[in-house]
Nanobody
Framework: QVQLVESGGGLVQAGGSLTLSCAAS????????MGWYRQAPGNQRELVAG????????NYADSVKGRFTVSRDNSKNTVYLQMNSLKPEDTAVYYCNAYVRAPAYVRATMLWGQGTQVTVSS
């Protein structure tokens, strides 16, 4: 089956930067939209950024506009989230998701990674 695996999380000082990666593995026909979400304990999971299949259309939560950049490399089935000027309120588990068409699925299927922790210290 297809799996999404995030990497790049960690501990960073406020004002610093991190880049997250999410790679899809397995037999895949194509990947449509991909996105990044985040969830802190006690909070709802929220959309951080999304990107269209070709990478030409992106959208961001108001809280991260101007600081985060989402991109993708379809040759690697990978989506990235470049995070600059990080704030303590960015602390959360970050999850990627993707709309995937693959032999294992009779229909296009929304998949989620297991998450990577981002902690921003003050």
């Amino acid at each position: 089956q297809v799996q999404l695996v995030e990497s790049g999380g960690g501990l960073v000082q406020a004002g610093g930067s991190l880049t997250l990666s999410c790679a899809a593995s397995g037999s895949i026909f194509s990947i449509g939209v991909m996105g990044w979400y985040r969830q802190a304990p006690g909070n709802q999971r929220e959309l951080v950024a999304g990107i269209s299949s070709g990478g030409g259309n992106t959208n961001y939560a108001d809280s991260v506009k101007g600081r985060f950049t989402v991109s993708r490399d379809n040759s690697k089935n990978t989506v990235y989230l470049q995070m600059n000027s990080l704030k303590p309120e960015d602390t959360a588990v970050y999850y990627c998701n993707a709309y995937v068409r693959a032999p294992a699925y009779v229909r296009a299927t929304m998949l989620w990674g297991q998450g990577t922790q981002v902690t921003v210290s003050s």
